[in-house]
């Protein structure tokens, strides 16, 4: 790649989130209480109690993954963190098939997030009222739009509201946390492991997938740092490490209170251990899981949003997507994304024959999740094998403790992809591989028809300076491939 000066930024993001923004994103986008209430349910069904011990599997790939996105900020910020990394690494083609399986991880995301949104909000609100279908969508539909309102004032005010909606969960966990124990002895139940179900352990890992990403939307927000070599990265350590600790923290003891046959399947597992936790005051649970899934609503729309802008400046996707409102924030791609979310979630609602199709779809994220983080991690131990060397003396130098974490971290997450191709289609639905291996195929088309696409564009990563416009401090070059 020959780099080309361009003098002015291209529809600049705006240099505005301090450390404690990118930390507060890193940690809130995790959502610990709605990934248990979304996810425990189905783990607990397949894994029984290995489903803890699935959960330490794949969170240690997840550890090291934070690491190596640290390393890649330092050389390369970007809004398109992982896909603008393969390509600078692995090159142009690499870079077209990471975004395609970056916009399936993320897209298949929002969808299962906005629908227990609404019913969770239907449950507090009227507890006693067995919600229609257009009682689904109007609430599917308000937290469509809720979302839109931080997303579309910018990075600062979203990185703000999601401190607040941090600061109830944080809260919450340590009260649950403290209730749980102070109620051990008089409502725990006895946990026998038996013999563990591998295929069950495997599904289990995918789906574990979904509740430890999240910490990586300060890769996404680097343009927008004021510190854009020196921050990105450190909040996704720290939120990968809280990530487990919450897990680590609440899953012994919610098996341990709960009989695993309640817990089995249930939509909302954390409504059930709370009916044994507070029996006359089980809906409190409600506000703190609702808060979470908020949160994580936005901020997973937040992820695939600056990566469809880094896709549209350079032509990837539709250009649209690269532009820019008056207070630098993509608006179109916002729109876009949110807007076919929930339209998604509108034809699951409405269409049983579609319903059915959508949710077999959904249900691969994990899987995507999981391909995205094996990318970047082939794309880490590239780097540091090939072609790292310093940023302060362009001298080569390697970190074999980061090369041996990157190799590890890429074997791990694909063996529990071939796992999911096994063990998938029993647990999920016989046909899941056929979808997987459709969408995959789809890439590799995607990939050939993107021949457009032949320019990178790479941020300089300069600190924001008080004197200059936030939007306009860091410069990007185009590099022509």
């Known amino acids: 790649m020959v780099p080309k000066a361009q003098d002015k930024v291209p529809n600049a993001l705006k240099q505005n989130l301090k450390m404690a923004d990118l ?27 290995w489903t803890i011990p699935s959960i330490g599997l794949i969170a240690i790939p997840f550890i090291l993954a934070s690491f190596i996105f640290r390393l890649l900020n330092k050389h390369f910020p970007h809004a398109g963190a992982s896909y603008h990394w393969s390509g600078r690494v692995l090159g142009i083609r690499a870079s077209r098939f990471q975004a395609w399986i970056l916009i399936l991880a993320y897209f298949t995301s929002i969808p299962p997030i906005i629908i227990p949104a609404a019913n969770y909000t239907l449950n507090l609100v009227f507890p006693a009222y067995h919600p229609s279908t ?32 941090l600061a109830v969960e944080l809260l919450s966990v340590a009260a649950v946390a403290v209730v749980a124990i102070l109620r051990w002895q008089a409502i725990s139940v006895p946990m026998h492991f038996g013999k563990p179900p591998i295929g069950g ?5 995918v789906v574990a997938a979904t509740i430890l990403d999240g910490w990586e939307i300060d890769s996404y927000a680097s343009e927008e740092s ?5 921050d990105p990265g450190i909040g ?27 817990l089995s399947g249930a939509p909302n597992p954390m409504s059930v251990w709370a009916q044994r936790l507070l029996p006359h005051a089980s809906f409190l649970m409600l506000i703190p899981v609702l808060a979470s899934t908020a949160g994580g609503l936005w901020l997973t729309s937040f992820i695939l949003i600056r990566a469809l802008h880094a896709m549209g400046r350079e032509g990837l996707v539709f250009r649209a997507f690269g532009k820019v409102n008056s207070r630098g924030v993509p608006g179109i791609a916002t729109i876009a994304t949110l807007g076919a979310a929930f339209a998604v979630t509108i034809l699951q609602a409405l269409f049983s024959s579609l319903s059915s199709f959508f949710g ?17 991690s082939v794309t880490a131990s ?7 060397t310093s940023r302060v003396d362009g ?51 995607f990939v050939f028809f993107a021949k457009r696409h032949t320019l990178i564009y790479v941020f300089h990563g300069n600190a924001a300076v008080p004197q200059i416009d936030a939007g306009l401090a860091g410069s990007v070059d185009a590099a022509e491939v």
């Open 23 to 49: 930390v507060a994103l890193s940690v809130s986008s995790v959502g610990p209480l709605f990934s248990i209430a979304a996810t425990g349910g189905v783990m607990a069904a397949n894994a029984g109690l």
């Open 360 to 376: 077999l779809v959904l249900s691969t994220a994990g899987f995507f999740l999981v391909a995205e983080f094996f990318l970047d």
């Open 236 to 262: 996704g350590i720290i939120g990968a490490l809280m990530a487990l600790g919450f897990y680590a923290l609440v899953y012994p003891l919610m098996f341990g209170e709960t009989p695993l046959a309640l």
């Open 201 to 205: 352990m495997v599904i289990t890992a």
């Open 382 to 388: 590239v780097f540091l094998f090939r072609m790292h």
């Open 134 to 165: 257009l009682a689904e969508i109007i609430a599917a539909m308000f937290w469509s739009g809720f979302a839109l309102i931080p997303l579309l004032r910018g990075s600062r005010p979203t990185a703000k509201l999601t401190q607040i909606f």
């Open 226 to 230: 004021v510190n854009p070599k020196g």
């Open 395 to 445: 001298a080569s130098h390697r970190h074999r403790v980061l090369l041996a974490g990157s190799v590890i971290s890429a074997v791990t997450f694909l063996m529990f992809m071939i796992g999911f191709f096994i063990f998938g289609p029993k647990a999920i639905g016989s046909s899941v591989d056929y979808v997987v291996g459709i969408l995959i195929a789809i890439g590799f088309a």
